[in-house]
């Protein structure tokens, strides 16, 4: 496929349980933002073993939704889901497909660019035109230190990944857009994995995937409860130093440095640690460190994007009454 | 089974700059590190391979000053070493890089299972394992983080995905990609150091390679970099501030909401 | 206190494994006393039995508590037949490597120390980091070889600053290699990696003669004993502790006496005292700064062991297992005003397992640094 064609703009909903991605919802809002600069119609497409559940894409605004269906594609596979989505994609020549950069949405999005023989930029941060009709993803890499941007000059589709978070989901509207159910055309050859269980995200800790870590020491006088509320409102995780799970305040597997967890969240909130290089072996790779110590000399502070100094309690219940909710 | 596993020679993140004036990386004097989930990866294949049978072969592509890595890897345990080196390979992207790759495990032969790393620190893509395994027609897991034989010769895999853990029994040949962090790899044994040095390592240039030119290096990448910029400078802000807790509160609220935390 | 099982398993036998020991070792030595599990400090609070393990060595067998040792050498600095044991533990460690049969994170720590230089797993090109705004001559044969401690670590890169100071301060010339540093392996040869240690002291034996250098200056005991080993094996420079160094200044004449009132107590590294019996030095420097010293019950040979030697620093110790605690009462009870000690692993420990005692705990270079005069 070359440059010129366009069959417009297309969305990958991938779905999850009767839902979708909340990164499928934020995507297609960005899609839609793009389809009025380009004049183009947009797509949102899902595949599954059914259809039923467009009537909630509908709500997001899309021109068309489109129902890949078999029952061969009830769960997620990368083989058998780069085909039917080719396939598909092969008839209507849209001009660009993005995908949320979730774990399935980038397994299928590596099988189909090269399906199709186009070019794929990968978990962009931000999406732009160049004045023209081509996207320029910006994508970081080097450990977060320098931003790429990536266009796809000549192939089309231009397949785009995006980092969940990045954009937000547009207000629910009311219902647009025709629906279209396809039956797709697959064989048991096409299907690369089956499913032989599924164990949901349970009560296992498990720090070195938590994308927001809320961590106490010492400083924090075993007051863990706060900690706790802090970390559940930010959707993350508790973590400890050695002097907080020694005292017991906290169990041992949330002990993060040299001889604990080793974390790479995107933030960092570490509250009433002094910062002793054995506990900072295990948040330098985080993307964002917040400190909050009494102690303005304390160590926390050279490993931190913001140090706040002063008592840890007031704090906390100002930070806690700023983030609203229950 | 014949484990392929896929390794990355990638600069340390630190001491890469961008050149202001002419908007390119510049590398040059930038130390280099074997990508860590590929670290991962080859644990996976060691551990698999003295479990139950079978050779690892490590497979590279990059240039000739690569090869000490691949050495690293035969003295950590691996049984063969393949650098595909070329300066036809130069230039690509993800679709050039995993057809080079492809066309490497396919000159290989026989090839039960290809693993990779989830990604690489460099350019972060998570996209030539399944790209892999599309060139080649296999089947593929990726996000592993645990790997053992199944009924029939095929393979179990468990996946990590954003809402839980998945086992997906798979066919061979198979591409898998390895979570980072999900073993820790064996350190390198300075008794197989003599072997690790003497042993041939095969380097295959394009013409040994026998791929389709037009998929090779720039000419095979239809992505193109319009533009670099660096995002942050090395080390933290180191911003310290003596404020109210309503400032306070503020002030770390704007952190949060520039850290885009996803609900993914 | 930790009991082992009384109906232990039944006692085996590998004639193979002890010849290939007994090679390597003295233990044949040993006729099961017992003294060394009665100087050892962990008898009290652990399952380790010093002397168990030398028997199960003898069979040919690894004792299951092999990696609790911290190889502070009061059992060889106790035992009436010679035996080596912190040797005989290294190599037993060293065995277990080849069966991959080592505890968590030690890979880990190895891999640090092989690809970045150092054991924190930071990058290289921080090692630089402590020198701030120190000025160093940067020439002459003497080199001070600052250690991964003190180049990564906040706490221990003060010593290194201190220790950079006092030399400035006597005029002394030398040379400090910077981001080239790299590890002295101390870490590879306690947890019985043999052939990691060897390496990293090649890469320094190399970077020691390309720039000429006849004598080191280590800040971190655990580097100058792995050093001088190291470096006499290779036939490379002198070796010396900065305390040694710098008692040596103060001999010439070239630094004078501080007018500082007050108590310190003294805390002897093992890999200062016991393993290199460096123990009048550092005390010599402390009463340069015009302070009294006061000595723990257990000092010089009889020093307790801070619990971070042998490899421990990278594994975990249960509270009750900790011998730093205890140490930290020992030198609150001594009624001194401030613990010293010469070492940046004993520092960190104490810092971090002092518990409720708020004694201060400072290094030998940090308390004179601002105390004497050229």
Redesign the interface.
């Known amino acids: 496929m070359t440059a010129t064609d366009d069959g417009g703009l297309w969305v990958y909903a991938e779905r999850r349980g009767s839902s979708f991605t909340p990164v499928s919802l934020e995507i297609l809002g960005k899609a839609k933002e793009l389809s009025r600069q380009l004049s183009v119609e947009v797509t949102a497409v899902t595949v599954g073993n059914d259809g039923g559940a467009a009537s909630e894409l509908q709500r997001y605004g899309p021109d068309h939704v489109l129902e890949l269906v078999h029952p061969l594609l009830a769960v997620h596979d990368g083989k058998a889901y780069a085909k039917a989505l080719g396939t598909a994609i092969q008839k209507a020549h849209p001009s660009t497909l993005l995908l949320g950069a979730t774990r399935n949405g980038q397994d299928l999005a590596g099988r189909l660019a090269v399906r199709l023989r186009t070019g794929l930029t990968a978990h962009v941060t931000s999406l732009e035109l160049d004045g023209g009709r081509q996207l320029v993803g910006w994508v970081p890499g080097f450990g977060g230190g320098i931003e790429a941007g990536i266009t796809c000059p000549e192939k089309r589709p231009q397949m785009v990944t995006v980092r969940p978070g990045v954009f937000l989901a547009p207000p629910e509207g009311s219902p647009t857009g025709d629906v279209k159910t396809v039956k797709v055309d697959l064989s048991e050859e096409d299907v690369g994995s089956r499913r032989v269980s599924f164990e949901p995200k349970g009560s296992s800790i498990d720090l070195t995937r938590a994308d927001v870590i809320v961590v106490g020491g010492r400083g924090t006088g075993g007051n863990f409860g706060r900690i706790e509320e802090l970390a559940r409102r930010l959707g993350g995780e508790v973590g400890a130093t050695r002097v907080a799970t020694d005292a017991g305040w906290v169990d041992r597997d949330r002990m993060i440095g040299q001889t604990g967890v080793i974390t790479r969240p995107k933030l960092v909130l570490v509250l009433g640690v002094s910062g002793a290089v054995q506990f900072t072996v295990g948040i330098d790779g985080a993307g964002t460190v917040v400190a909050v110590n009494r102690d303005p000399e304390a160590p926390i502070f050279e490993h931190a994007d913001l140090g706040i100094v002063g008592d840890l309690g007031p704090v906390v219940e100002s930070l806690l009454r700023s983030l609203g909710g229950a | 089974m014949h484990i392929v596993v896929c390794m990355k020679v990638v600069?340390?993140?630190?001491?890469?700059k961008?050149d202001l004036a002419t908007k390119m990386?510049d590398r040059a004097g930038a130390?280099s590190?074997?990508n860590s989930s590929d670290?991962n990866a080859l644990e996976t294949a060691l551990a698999f391979r003295d479990a139950h049978g079978g050779k690892v072969t490590v497979l590279s592509m990059g240039p000739p000053p690569f090869e000490p890595y691949l050495r690293v890897a035969l003295a950590v345990g691996a049984d063969e070493a393949i650098l595909l080196s070329d300066r036809a390979f130069g230039g690509a992207?993800?679709?050039a890089t995993?057809?080079t790759l492809a066309a490497g495990i396919r000159k290989i032969g026989k090839v039960d299972l290809v693993l990779c790393g989830e990604e690489s620190?460099?350019?972060?893509?998570?996209?030539?394992?399944?790209?892999i395994?599309?060139?080649l027609n296999?089947?593929?897991?990726?996000?592993v983080e645990r790997l053992v034989p199944g009924k029939h010769g095929t393979v179990?895999?468990t996946?990590?995905?954003?809402?839980?853990?998945?086992?997906?029994?798979?066919?061979v040949p198979?591409v898998i990609s390895v979570v980072v962090?999900s073993n820790?790899?064996?350190?390198?044994?300075?008794?197989r150091?003599a072997f690790a040095q003497s042993a041939k390592v095969q380097v295959w240039n394009e013409k040994e390679l026998c791929g389709d030119p037009q998929y090779l290096g720039l000419k095979g990448?239809?992505?193109?970099?319009?533009?670099?910029?660096?995002?942050?400078k090395?080390g933290?802000?180191?911003?310290?501030?003596?404020?109210t807790?309503?400032e306070?509160?503020?002030?770390?609220?704007a952190?949060?909401d520039?850290?885009?935390?996803?609900?993914? | 206190m930790a009991q082992r099982s009384e109906n232990p398993a039944p006692v085996r036998f590998d004639d193979e494994a002890w010849e290939a020991l007994a090679a390597t070792t003295n233990a044949n030595l040993c006729f099961q006393c017992g003294t060394c599990t009665a100087a050892c400090p962990l008898a009290e609070n652990t399952p380790l039995r010093v002397r168990q393990l030398v028997r199960e060595a003898q069979f040919g067998e690894t004792d299951a508590f092999l990696w609790k040792c911290m190889t502070c050498a009061e059992c060889n600095a106790s035992c009436p037949r010679g035996v080596d044991i912190v040797g005989l533990v290294r190599t037993l460690r060293g065995r277990e490597w080849r069966t991959r049969n080592v505890p968590k994170g030690l890979p880990t720590l190895l891999w640090g120390m092989y690809s970045d230089g150092n054991t924190f797993h930071l990058p290289p090109k921080q090692r630089a980091s402590w020198m701030q705004d120190v000025k160093v001559p940067g020439k002459g044969s003497t080199l001070l070889f600052v250690g991964c401690a003190a180049s990564y670590d906040p706490r221990a890169q003060r010593i290194a600053r201190s220790v950079a100071a006092l030399l400035n301060l006597a005029g002394v010339e030398y040379q400090v290699m910077g981001t080239e540093e790299v590890c002295c392996g101390e870490a590879a040869r306690s947890v019985g990696h043999d052939g990691l240690f060897r390496d990293l002291q090649q890469r320094n034996t190399e970077a020691f003669r390309k720039r000429g250098v006849e004598r080191v200056i280590a800040i971190s005991p655990h580097s100058f004993d792995a050093l001088k080993a190291g470096q006499s094996a290779n036939g490379g420079p002198e070796v010396v502790h900065y305390t040694q160094a710098i008692e040596q200044l103060l001999d010439s004449g070239k630094l004078t006496k501080g007018s500082e009132k007050g108590t310190v107590t003294y805390h002897d590294p093992c890999y200062l005292g016991r393993h290199n019996g460096v123990y009048e030095p550092p005390r010599r420097l402390l009463e340069l700064s015009g302070l009294k010293v006061v000595e723990m019950g257990n000092s010089r040979a009889q020093a307790l062991c801070c619990g971070g030697g042998g490899g421990r620093m990278w594994m975990e110790t249960p509270p009750a297992e900790r011998p730093g605690t205890r140490r930290v009462q020992e030198a609150a009870g001594t009624g001194a005003e401030l613990l010293a000690t010469a070492c940046p692993y004993c520092i960190s420990v104490f810092e971090s397992e002092r518990g409720s005692e708020a004694i201060p705990v400072t290094d030998v270079a940090e308390l004179i640094a601002g105390r004497v005069k050229a």
């Open positions: 600069p340390r993140p630190e001491e890469v961008v990386l130390r590190v074997i670290m992207d993800t679709l995993s057809y620190s460099d350019g972060g893509t998570s996209q030539v394992p399944p790209s395994a599309e060139w296999a089947s593929q897991a990726t996000y179990h895999a996946r990590v995905l954003e809402d839980g853990k998945e086992t997906v029994e798979l066919s198979a962090g820790e790899p064996r350190f390198l044994d300075y008794d150091w990448s239809p992505t193109a970099v319009a533009g670099l910029r660096e995002v942050k090395a933290r802000r180191r911003e310290t501030v003596t404020v807790p309503d306070a509160a503020s002030r770390i609220k952190e949060i520039r850290a885009k935390i996803a609900r993914s």
